[in-house]
């Protein structure tokens, strides 16, 4: 069956609610997830659930109000209570800590702890650390709730590490909290007999499916498992199945959705092993266990994309994000996927001064030579200069623009490294990763190398390291333009200027355009003012 007749039949039923919120027609899908290269909050946005179109310029969104916190694994949803909708995001906290946080959002753009204040303090919940009562472990990660309207309850599940029978074991955990300040203590929601992460619930009629990837070497697939409760005292996730069994890719991160409209669900999971993604499975009936992967061509996937959730918002609620993050592109400094500029580099160690402003690369008898550069078949890769050496250093002056604030604060690298690099602005760390990417991202830099941006003369130092393969290190530096310096207002025929739902903004109608954004009306930019 090909997927235009698989999405077909699943649309045939009725409209149902995903998190007390009815999936209408006018609605889109909103991806949360984060990156390897920069563990912070992204969204991406869809018509259909399978070709995603990346939000900020496929910059961060949200960074837990401190850009240090490595944000891992965000799991957004709506919920309704008592006629009121909220948006409740939880996520893991960097690699090894006891802890998740959970922040609360009217809007998808603006996130708050509890307590109402922004202090990424007042955002953690304590799982695992061992006090008042609650188990021992280093790590609580990949966490997801649901919400029982029926208790009026949520369930909140994690994994963490335990030792069972002398070894180490990723076991799901839950606790259940009703206003996410008091909590029950942790218990084990269930372990299937092997080390287990990953762990998503699906609601479909009076039974949860419970979707996770089994961790052991050899296996790393998609396992499922059922439950008429989400209390393990009333009933256990059993009848373990196989969703893939002929599928060899290794995978983890399993997330389900509803389509729009109704009568079917997608399934997504990343290929952990490569840099290839996600990959997506659709069914008409979660009861049968039953999904049908569609094929990877048939896929555009956001930029850079791990590990998130989806969920359904209005399209109104999409185009004040887009009002939010949009922007037009702004580049002060070409990578060599635009334009090759001439670096200062060297492949011998130079002197710890080396990234100070006052340092003097032609003193030290370094290079020039053109970026990128790399070595052997790079994905994504532009190489202008052949580097073969282990580590290469490089360095560069770049002259700034006066930067409004709105500059500043997206003011981002335009990124390519294999593999793990570092970066210095004005003597500051700005950027720094391991492991690879396999094309140009956009990412953002630290608060304190942003504040050393100045109108004039900036200094870019940049060093990156390879073990073995391929090789490719290059940047550009990007921000954004603001709306009214370079847009003209047109004025548009009479009686049609504004008119509700007719203006579109990244090819979304909204129903009041917001003032002194960009709208396209008969093909031109116009603002309101």
Request: aromatic share 14%; hydrophobic share 35%.
């Amino acid at each position: 069956m090909k997927l235009r007749h698989i999405l077909a039949v699943a649309a045939m039923g009725s409209v149902f609610s995903m998190q007390g919120v009815e999936l209408e027609n006018d609605s889109v899908y909103l991806m949360s997830f984060f990156k390897p290269s920069d563990q912070h909050l992204f969204y991406a946005w869809s018509e259909d659930g399978l070709h995603w179109k990346d939000i900020n310029d496929g910059g961060a969104v949200f960074n837990a109000y401190d850009n240090s916190t490595a944000l891992r694994d965000p799991f957004a949803a709506r919920v309704t209570r008592n006629g009121k909708s909220k948006f409740h995001l939880v996520h893991t906290w960097g690699w090894d800590h006891p802890a998740i946080f959970h922040w609360e959002s009217d809007d998808l753009i603006n996130w708050k702890a509890t307590d109402g204040t922004t202090n990424p303090e007042s955002a953690k919940i304590w799982l695992m650390d061992g006090k008042n009562g609650r188990p021992t472990a280093p790590n609580a990660w990949a966490p997801e709730f649901f919400y029982e309207p029926e208790e009026d309850l949520f369930y909140i599940y994690w994994a963490s590490r335990q030792t069972i029978d002398g070894r180490q074991q990723e076991v799901h955990h839950y606790c259940t909290t009703r206003d996410w300040r008091e909590f029950s203590e942790p218990e084990v929601l269930f372990y299937p007999g092997y080390t287990a992460i990953d762990l998503t619930v699906l609601k479909y009629g009076d039974t949860y499916y419970g979707f996770y990837k089994d961790e052991r070497d050899g296996k790393k697939c998609i396992m499922a498992r059922t439950s008429k409760s989400l209390n393990p005292n009333v009933d256990k996730f059993d009848n373990e199945v196989n969703l893939f069994p002929t599928y060899k890719t290794l995978v983890e991160g399993p997330e389900t959705f509803p389509l729009i409209g109704g009568g079917g669900y997608m399934m997504y999971y990343d290929k952990f092993n490569d840099s290839s993604g996600l990959s997506y499975a659709t069914t008409a009936d979660p009861s049968t266990l039953s999904w049908t992967q569609i094929p990877d061509s048939e896929v555009t996937n956001p930029t850079g994309v791990r590990h998130g959730s989806v969920q359904i918002i209005s399209r109104d609620e999409l185009a004040k994000i887009l009002a939010e993050y949009d922007y037009t592109p702004l580049t002060l400094l070409p990578a060599a996927d635009e334009e090759p500029q001439t670096w200062y580099y060297t492949t011998s160690k130079p002197s710890l001064t080396w990234t100070r402003v006052d340092y003097d690369p032609q003193r030290f008898n370094w290079k020039q030579g053109a970026g990128g550069f790399g070595n052997g078949d790079v994905p994504g890769g532009v190489i202008n200069t052949e580097w073969q050496t282990s580590k290469i250093y490089l360095r560069k002056n770049v002259e700034l623009p006066a930067l409004t604030e709105n500059q500043r604060e997206r003011f981002m690298l335009h990124i390519h490294h294999d593999d793990d690099v570092t970066v210095w602005i004005n003597g500051v760390e700005a950027f720094s990763e391991t492991g690879y990417l396999s094309g140009y991202q956009n990412s953002r830099i630290s608060s304190e190398a942003r504040a050393t941006l100045v109108e004039g003369t900036n200094v870019v130092c940049v060093s990156c390291s390879q073990s073995w393969g391929g090789q490719y290190i290059d940047l550009g530096l990007v921000t954004c333009e603001d709306a009214g310096s370079s847009v003209k207002m047109v004025s548009a025929s009479p009686g049609e200027r504004y008119l509700p739902g007719y203006y579109t903004l990244n090819g979304i109608k909204v129903s009041e355009p917001k003032e002194n954004c960009i709208y396209i009306h008969n093909g031109k930019k116009i603002i309101k003012k």
